[in-house]
């Protein structure tokens, strides 16, 4: 269906992902002031179900699952013994006994076997539902619009013509989702996403989920929605200062080195893996995350390393994980591991863009932040 | 679209035309729509000598670096300011108002016809 919107495809994690349909700029601005239609079936969804799945989970990942009620969701981290991080995680409760754990695609396989093993001692059972979830995200200011223009949809235990969707999901808060139908089979309404803009994702089964975008569409048009591919949704999470696995977090990197310590809940009960790395903390002259702004247009990417000094004697201080020209602000932005000495706000850095070395002001995160109307 | 018959090409998804002892370089349509949306670009300077199959200048989209190669020796004679000013014409126009620059050159390579190159990238 995809390659009928003119869409671009990339191998990415053994899918066949839209990278772009149109022009990666177009599909940005589009989410910054309408709003994107994104299949994000690649995501891996994993159930961890049973009456002790709350203190499963406790054990399992960096934050307290079980605080969590029916209806709410959490962003957490998976992590190695010595702190790093394995993959980030969306935790959704999705009834007393019962969360979904949205994963990473290339990270699926390892979380789904590292919740197995982590859970076997309580009583919860792990289901890797990846292959059997569709989910696809409508992102942008107009999306709670372009919902409840959508017709077919209805709540759980509400009224199955759906008049009662408005009331259900105009108030639903942000990391909140909520069961409900569409055309009378199963979807999860949650307030969540990935582009610094207000948003739904919708997880249902794979076989209703190309009827499903065909109706967002339809009815997202007049609103301005258009698809939008892997490209866009990199330069929006990027501009969002969200971090991406294998960029900004890896086994490499404790979550406070990102600036993401309160991921990790040290106060809640019992161990959990990397507890005891948590506590001890990261090396006092361990890199953290920061915000770069650069002048012009020529981006640093990732990988680019950075250094306190313009010559040749100057030392290298960091590298550069994500960085592109910021379509929403117009000059380069890129986040980046420095040395804590050398990482104070408003300091400039030099990145080295292929053999020319271009200042960069250090900066905090995010770069962009939309305006909250809710 | 498909490529012009009147241009020679390169592997490196360059087009050449090539008027007396003057050639013309791009950047095709399959290269543009590959790299998604140019944002930056940088050529060499007029009156730079190039050696063919050197880097010689960068094509950025917002998702990754291309390289422009040269694709013969010879002397910059002229580089496309217009694309500098505005790099979304390389997407827009890559066989018109997306030239980048205009090279003198003395001795012609081997470049592929218009054939050739849509059977490389036909694979």
Partial sequence: MHAAAGAQFTDFAGWQMPVRYSSDLAEHKAVREAAGLFDLSHMGEILV???????????????????????????????????????????????DDRFMVVANASNADVVAEELRRRTSGFDARVFDESADVALIAVQGPRALEIVLATPGFAIAGGHPDGHDVPEVLTPLRYYRAVAGYFRERPVLFARTGYTGEDGFELFCAPDFA????????????????????????????LEAGMPLYGHELSAEWMPVQAGLGRVVDLAKDGDFVGRAASEAGAAADARVLVGLVGAGRRAARADYPVFDGEGADAAEIGVVTSGALSPTLGHPIAMAYLSPALAAAGGTVFVDVRGTRHPYTITALPFYSRKRTN | MTAPADLKYTEEHEWVLI?????????????????????????????????????????????????????????????????????????????????LIKVRFTELPALLDAAAYEELTSK
């Fill in chain 2, 19 to 99: 008027e007396g002892d003057v050639a013309t370089v791009g950047i095709t349509d399959y290269a543009q729509a590959a790299l998604g949306d140019v944002v930056f670009v940088e050529l060499p300077a007029v009156g730079s000598a190039v050696a063919a199959s050197t880097v010689v200048g960068e094509i950025e989209s917002t998702k990754s670096v291309g390289e422009l190669f040269a694709p013969i020796d010879g002397e910059v004679v002229e580089a496309n300011q217009a694309v500098v000013d505005s790099p979304e014409l390389v997407n827009s126009d890559p066989y018109g108002a997306g030239w």
């Fill in chain 1, 210 to 237: 190309r009827e499903l975008w065909e109706a967002l569409a339809e009815a997202g048009e007049p609103f301005g929605l258009v698809p939008a591919g892997l490209a866009a949704r990199d330069t929006l999470r």
């Fill in chain 1, 49 to 95: 179900v049973g009456d002790g799945a709350g203190a499963a989970l406790d054990h399992a990942v960096s934050g307290r699952m079980s605080a969590l009620r029916p209806g709410q969701a959490k962003y957490t981290h998976l992590l190695t013994e010595t702190g790093g991080v394995v993959d980030d995680l969306i935790v959704y409760r999705t009834g």
